[in-house]
């Protein structure tokens, strides 16, 4: 395909099959560009069916996920008006206007006014926090709190309806955002889009008419044929007939025949929450410029989003996982506990110059600078000193406060678990390298076979996956290309190799220059000429550009 994915692709891709099961990728095509990108598989939606084995099959798959209004102009500015351009653009509590005075001057302006009349607030809509407060009922009762006029065959009726939640500073797309991104603060003016391709059905007609010069013709047409056009024939609608009996069967004269077929429609959304649009935006909602057609030239249609739908490994490995992280946390905690070694003796043995000096602990702390300074430490056994102590033999003893035997424990806990995770996934301690002593070569190798023979169906199920993904990728760039949305051409070199030429290369487009490279028939044979007279004429001592 001309287009790859980004080197940055293929190891997200291989992350989010072995975290999820699956993995998205999407093909683009924009205003005068294409690429494609992956999806996110938390933000992907798709037809669930039982037998779902790769997006592009289902019914339906989108996404829904949350940009900037930047982005959004970026992506989708050229679906939309100027105007809803322009209202994107509004941030809430921006300043409209210039002041006379300056910035000093609304700083002194909003100083007083805060003083004075309270503080001005910027709110999306008329009766926002009469809105606000119904929606809070609304959740604490489990009650919808608006209303919705319908007509009845008795007239217009009031029912109730829930108030639906917009999306205010810090609602829902600032959230949501916030939990996929814990290392940055994450901006809150974010919009949430929805990006959606879904199979829908077109009815198609079989058309068996007599032409004015007297001969049958077949055609087949939609429902954009002209009325009149059928008026003038007398054409006549039938709807009995499935396509295989229209091929083994006559036709009857000036007759056209309902049938149906798949057609892949596109769709975009974006939420008018957290901006000031007035209501949401719907685009580009249309069937899709190019239908991607599979085993079926008629009735199979892919969407243009290629991947993987199966089961999660890191499932598998979770219980493990659990396990393993129990037995770290234990032994935080143990070491948190450990007090370590230290000493025990009466305080009554020390001689009173040590006692008189300050605390117990300034005491002690002059004790051990003293023992670390000559290697001696005096005590004194008089009566005197100890108070009428009976002095004991074993003056200093050692005490260690730890939990060697508890932490030893979790490790081996621990390692099992560990193995026990990768074993989950089919990888041995042969895989590893960690082959024990008593292992032959032999049994070492006949483990890693084992090993990667457990292992392979990973990479095969991904190996098909990206492999049906590139089909959908040439579908999509010969469409590029034949549209020129992006454009290559194939031209061979003078060493007899092919090299593609892409005009949309971004250090040196030619396409933004207008140029389009020719490669004639007549040039071709020019060239030849010109090449076997060079190989013929190479002794003579001539200039290629003379001989040419």
């Not at 592009?56 to 900037?68: A, F, L, N, P």
């Not at 005096?378 to 939990?403: I, S």
């Not at 996934?425 to 024990?436: E, K, L, M, N, P």
């Amino acid at each position: 395909a001309h287009m790859p994915p980004q080197p940055f692709m293929v190891p997200k891709e291989m992350e989010d099959y072995l975290l999820t099961g699956r993995f998205f990728r999407h093909y683009y095509v924009g205003y005068d560009c294409y690429k494609p990108e992956r999806w996110s598989p938390i933000e992907t939606f798709f037809s669930q069916d039982m037998d779902a084995e790769y997006p592009q099959d289902g019914e339906y798959v989108g996404r829904i996920y949350y940009i900037s209004p930047s982005d959004i102009m970026k992506r989708y500015g050229h679906l939309m008006t100027a105007k809803e351009i322009k209202i994107l653009q509004r941030r809430y509590g921006e300043a409209t206007g210039n002041s006379p005075l300056g910035s000093m001057g609304e700083s002194f302006r909003s100083n007083m006014t805060q003083g004075m009349f309270g503080q001005t607030q910027t709110v999306p809509f008329h009766n926002f926090y009469d809105y606000d407060l119904g929606l809070q009922f609304q959740d604490a009762l489990d009650i919808p709190m608006g209303e919705i006029e319908i007509d009845t065959p008795n007239g217009s009726q009031k029912v109730p309806t829930w108030l639906s939640p917009f999306q205010n500073n810090g609602y829902l797309g600032y959230g949501y955002s916030k939990m996929r991104r814990d290392d940055i603060q994450v901006r809150s003016d974010l919009l949430q889009v929805t990006e959606a391709y879904w199979r829908s059905w077109k009815k198609m007609w079989f058309l068996n008419y007599t032409t004015k010069e007297g001969y049958n013709a077949t055609e087949i047409v939609t429902d954009e044929l002209l009325p009149e056009f059928i008026k003038e024939y007398g054409i006549t609608k039938s709807s009995t007939k499935s396509l295989t009996d229209l091929q083994k069967e006559p036709l009857s004269p000036n007759t056209m025949y309902e049938f149906w077929i798949p057609e892949v429609w596109k769709g975009i959304k974006i939420n008018a929450g957290n901006s000031f649009l007035s209501e949401n935006l719907y685009l580009d909602i249309k069937p899709l410029e190019y239908q991607i057609k599979g085993d079926s030239n008629v009735f199979d249609v892919k969407l243009p989003v290629a991947g993987v739908i199966g089961n999660s490994l890191a499932q598998r490995v979770r219980p493990y996982q659990i396990g393993y992280n129990i037995c770290l946390n234990q032994i935080f905690n143990l070491l948190e506990k450990e007090i370590g070694m230290f000493f025990l003796f009466d305080i009554n043995f020390l001689p009173s110059e040590y006692k008189d000096h300050g605390t117990i602990e300034d005491s002690l702390e002059k004790l051990r600078d003293l023992a670390k300074d000559i290697g001696l430490v005096p005590l004194d056994t008089t009566k005197q000193n100890m108070a009428g102590a009976n002095p004991q033999m074993n003056t200093f003893m050692v005490q260690d406060v730890t939990f060697d035997k508890q932490i030893n424990s979790r490790i081996q806990l621990s390692e099992y678990y560990f193995k026990k995770a990768l074993e989950q996934v089919g990888i041995t301690d042969q895989r590893r390298g960690q082959a024990t002593t008593y292992e032959t070569a032999t049994g070492v190798q006949q483990g890693v076979e084992a090993s990667y023979d457990q292992t392979s169906d990973i990479f095969t199920t991904m190996s098909i996956g990206r492999r049906k993904a590139m089909e959908l990728n040439l579908a999509v760039a010969q469409y590029c290309q034949k549209e020129y949305i992006d454009v290559d051409f194939v031209f061979k070199g003078a060493d007899g190799d092919r090299h593609y030429l892409n005009l949309t290369d971004p250090d040196f487009s030619l396409r933004r220059l207008g140029l389009m490279p020719q490669d004639p028939a007549s040039g071709r044979r020019n060239l030849a000429t010109v090449r076997n007279t060079l190989l013929q004429m190479n002794t003579r001592g001539a200039t290629i550009a003379n001989v040419a």
